[in-house]
């Protein structure tokens, strides 16, 4: 497995590598390729719950090759010359113990090169995502700023399509697994047929919390994550004007935030909008039970673990019916409010009535499961077609 970002307790990419890591090692021995910095907190977890079917390779350049990279400035970069390393040493692992199956997993970006395919097996690709896009109409509502970084980002696809190095991952691989049907809409018409839809998102340790909101108070809605344009928050703070009952507490941080801070000065809602930094995941799913529900106000989002950690906790997720949000409601019993994306208004007073509806219904009556059960199923499936033990007829996943 090729997992650039693999790590316990983290959020995000690094969070889904290990899960899913640590669900095919079930029923697997797999070997993983990742990045040496996260060598220290794997071996203390290892050290902690040991996995006997898992071994671990570190790859990294050498520190004089890589002194130019400095946090998320230049991963891009960094990632390509990670993959030559990684396909050299998968090849050369190939060699000697014969494997079954490789599967690239994160970066989970459709338009990235994958390049463990060198390896000469059945090869696996995903869950990728990188299909969903901002609708042209919501444009203004990023911000100039937001939506000249959109509009690069869609330049970059574009070119991406003609990037021999992406397409010779599509061409290799057996099996695209995929975040959600706009990704496998975007690859081009002839690996569509190679494609399931299966996003990456998981929660593995969290138990409904024996809290609830405070009634007197009103409900509260969460938004957690990264503050940026097309993440949509200032449409939520625009729905409270519609609920005047509702609070939001928006946790996170990023270049959004001073545009947020000023539309609820504007609005006069800054009694009913309260910021917070990061917090520890621990801490956030504590916060997070006793809210509501999780406004997820994505313009384009590929599969959300924070959505998936909601569901967990029996909280309620409001979100746009697009991308991650709308594979993880049909896909599953999950407790979702799917509202359409229409023009700006639209996308306001859908988020308001879909918050309504969350405030009438009952509490949910079960918990869906994101945990690694399902994921090694699927992966049984899809390893087991590859290997010669299931038959194609059989090949489906769950989720």
Not at 6 to 24: F, T
Not at 146 to 165: H, T
Request: proline share 8%; aromatic share 8%.
């Amino acid at each position: 497995m090729s997992a650039y970002a693999c790590e316990p307790d983290k959020g995000s990419e690094p969070g889904a590598g290990w899960n899913w890591v640590l669900a095919a090692a079930r029923n697997h021995d797999v070997w993983v390729m990742t990045r040496a910095n996260n060598r220290d907190a794997i071996e203390a977890s290892l050290a902690r719950d040991p996995v006997p079917s898992l071994r671990f390779e570190y790859l990294d350049l050498p520190a004089w090759a890589r002194f130019w990279k400095r946090g998320p400035r230049g991963v891009r970069l960094y990632y390509l010359l990670w993959q030559a390393l990684a396909g050299r040493r998968a090849r050369q692992l190939h060699a000697q113990h014969r494997f079954d199956v490789v599967h690239h997993i994160t970066f989970a970006n459709v338009w990235l090169p994958a390049l463990v395919w060198r390896a000469k097996a059945p090869f696996v690709l995903g869950p990728v995502g990188g299909g969903p896009r901002v609708p042209l109409g919501l444009y203004r509502i990023l911000g100039l700023r937001g939506a000249a970084r959109e509009l690069l980002l869609v330049a970059g696809r574009a070119l991406s399509r003609l990037n021999p190095l992406a397409r010779a991952g599509w061409r290799r691989a057996a099996v695209i697994l995929v975040q959600n049907e706009e990704t496998s809409a975007a690859l081009p018409r002839r690996y569509r047929a190679r494609t399931l839809v299966r996003p990456n998102a998981s929660a593995t340790t969290l138990r409904p919390p024996d809290v609830s909101s405070d009634g007197a108070r009103g409900p509260v809605a969460i938004y957690a994550g990264r503050l940026l344009p097309w993440k949509g928050v200032t449409l939520a703070v625009r729905a409270l004007e519609h609920l005047p009952r509702w609070t939001l507490l928006i946790v996170g941080r990023g270049p959004d935030e001073g545009r947020i801070k000023d539309l609820t000065s504007r609005l006069g809602l800054e009694h009913r909008v309260r910021c917070l930094p990061w917090l520890p995941r621990e801490d956030l799913w504590s916060v997070m039970g006793a809210c509501s529900a999780l406004v997820l106000p994505s313009l384009r989002e590929d599969a959300s673990l924070v959505a998936a950690e909601a569901q967990s906790l029996g909280l309620p997720v409001v979100a746009f019916d697009q991308g991650g949000p709308a594979a993880l409601a049909h896909a599953t019993h999950a407790r979702f409010e799917l509202v359409p994306l229409g023009a700006a208004e639209e996308c306001v007073t859908g988020l308001a009535r879909a918050l309504g509806r969350v405030e009438e219904a009952p509490p949910p009556s079960t918990i869906p499961d994101f945990g690694l059960r399902g994921i090694s199923e699927d992966l049984d499936r899809v390893y087991g077609q590859l290997a010669g033990t299931t038959p194609a007829a059989n090949l489906e996943v769950s989720a």
